[in-house]
């Protein structure tokens, strides 16, 4: 497993931004599969968008397109979560987790809170 561990979260207002920063440490980092997930209270975790480190290709929720944009930065091998548009929907914990290929997210960060105030 590669040790995962989340930055970046906090309180914000609707309408506002905030970036959320994943730094992983392993030196195979361009191997794995990133992914953010996120559970809200009394709600199930939920996935929000990955990034195949490998191939370049992303995924993302429904409901955060076009305002969640999931990036990278091999030399510091952090993966970014940038947020726009919050609403209080997105109140959740952040969660950075990963996995190699054909496998299962096996590995997960402490989490970080984000908060959107209306």
């Known amino acids: 497993q590669v040790q995962l561990a989340e930055s970046g979260g906090g309180l914000v207002q609707a309408g506002g931004s905030l970036r959320l920063a994943c730094a992983a440490s392993t030196r195979t980092f361009s191997r794995y599969v990133m992914g953010w997930f996120r559970q809200a209270p009394g709600k199930e975790r939920e996935f929000v968008a990955s990034l195949n480190l490998s191939a370049g290709t992303t995924n993302y929720a429904d409901s955060v397109k076009g305002r969640f944009t999931i990036s990278r930065d091999n030399d510091k091998n952090t993966v970014y979560l940038q947020m726009n548009s919050l609403t209080p929907e997105d109140t959740a914990v952040y969660y950075c987790?990963?996995?190699?290929?054909?496998?299962?997210?096996?590995?997960w960060g402490q989490g970080t809170q984000v908060t959107v105030s209306s």
């Open positions: 987790a990963a996995r190699i290929r054909s496998g299962s997210f096996n590995s």
